[in-house]
């Protein structure tokens, strides 16, 4: 499956296929195309505007291909999207939004050289298992064991999500947190937030580190 902003339709190559939208521009898009590429004609019906985002199999042969509406939200510089979403996005991300207001999301920009990729021969939900118990950390992390005060580690669970607060240790980088946070005075390290079923935003003095877990 191959998600696409409509604004994209025309300029995207995409696994070699390029995506044009069966409208006033067809022609024009058509005619500019690499000669290589086959074109993809994406329909929807007439009584329906196109939505943010287009859905489609890439390695289809079939042409008769139509618009498939996915809600897109949006939260600072994240997106996010779900093909079946079970609870609105901001009651999940509620817990968070009121720990973190004070937060400069919009300022947060993207490090490509810190992205990772990992494939693991097991099933996705024994990761996300791993990441809501702290009790593995000072034998699997110790320079982040070291950096933590375990007497302060606390968690919070909500319905849709749970909050992992990081308290730092003596000498170690904490947040400098203003008086309207919830946990001013305090010397924070990093806040571990776990979004149901597969989204972990990880928020240290430094920035944000996001893992998505996805099921092969």
Same mark, same amino acid.
């Not at 021969?121 to 024994?126: E, F, G, K, R, S």
């Not at 118990?133 to 999500?161: K, Q």
């Not at 946990?183 to 979004?195: K, V």
């Given at each position: 499956?191959?998600?696409?902003?409509?604004?994209?339709? +025309?300029?995207?190559?995409?696994?070699?296929?390029?995506?044009?939208?069966?409208?006033?521009?067809?022609?024009?898009?058509?005619?500019?195309?690499?000669?290589? @590429?086959?074109?993809?004609?994406?329909?929807?019906?007439?009584?329906?505007?196109?939505?943010?985002?287009?859905?489609?199999?890439?390695?289809?042969?079939?042409?008769?291909?139509f618009w498939e509406a996915?809600?897109?939200?949006?939260?600072?510089?994240?997106?996010?999207?779900?093909?079946?979403?079970?609870?609105? @996005?901001?009651?999940?991300?509620?817990?968070?939004?009121?720990? @973190?207001?004070?937060?400069?999301?919009?300022?947060?920009?993207?490090?490509?050289?810190?992205?990772?990729?990992?494939?693991?021969?097991?099933?996705?939900?024994?990761?996300?298992?791993?990441?809501?118990? +702290?009790?593995?950390?000072?034998?699997?992390?110790?320079?982040?064991?070291?950096?933590?005060?375990?007497?302060? /580690?606390?968690?919070?669970? /909500?319905?849709?999500?749970?909050?992992?607060?990081?308290?730092?240790?003596?000498?170690?980088?904490?947040?400098?947190?203003?008086?309207?946070?919830?946990?001013? +005075?305090?010397?924070?390290?990093? /806040?571990?937030?776990?979004?149901?079923?597969?989204?972990?935003?990880?928020? /240290?003095?430094?920035? @944000?580190?996001?893992?998505?877990?996805?099921?092969?």
């Amino acid at each position: 499956l191959l998600l696409v902003r409509k604004d994209l339709l +025309g300029q995207r190559e995409e696994h070699g296929i390029l995506l044009v939208d069966m409208g006033a521009e067809e022609g024009r898009v058509a005619s500019n195309r690499r000669r290589d @590429l086959p074109i993809v004609p994406l329909r929807h019906p007439p009584d329906q505007r196109p939505p943010h985002l287009v859905l489609l199999p890439h390695n289809s042969q079939r042409t008769d291909f139509f618009w498939e509406a996915v809600p897109l939200e949006r939260w600072g510089p994240l997106l996010f999207t779900s093909l079946d979403p079970v609870f609105p @996005l901001a009651e999940g991300l509620r817990p968070l939004q009121e720990r @973190l207001a004070w937060l400069p999301l919009d300022a947060l920009v993207p490090d490509p050289t810190g992205a990772r990729e990992y494939l693991l021969p097991a099933t996705w939900a024994l990761y996300c298992d791993n990441y809501l118990e +702290g009790f593995h950390v000072p034998f699997v992390h110790p320079d982040l064991s070291r950096a933590l005060d375990f007497d302060g /580690y606390r968690t919070e669970t /909500y319905r849709w999500s749970s909050l992992q607060i990081g308290v730092a240790a003596q000498g170690e980088d904490a947040f400098d947190l203003p008086a309207s946070s919830p946990d001013h +005075g305090q010397r924070i390290a990093a /806040y571990y937030f776990w979004l149901f079923p597969n989204t972990m935003l990880n928020f /240290y003095p430094w920035g @944000l580190s996001v893992n998505v877990v996805v099921p092969l």
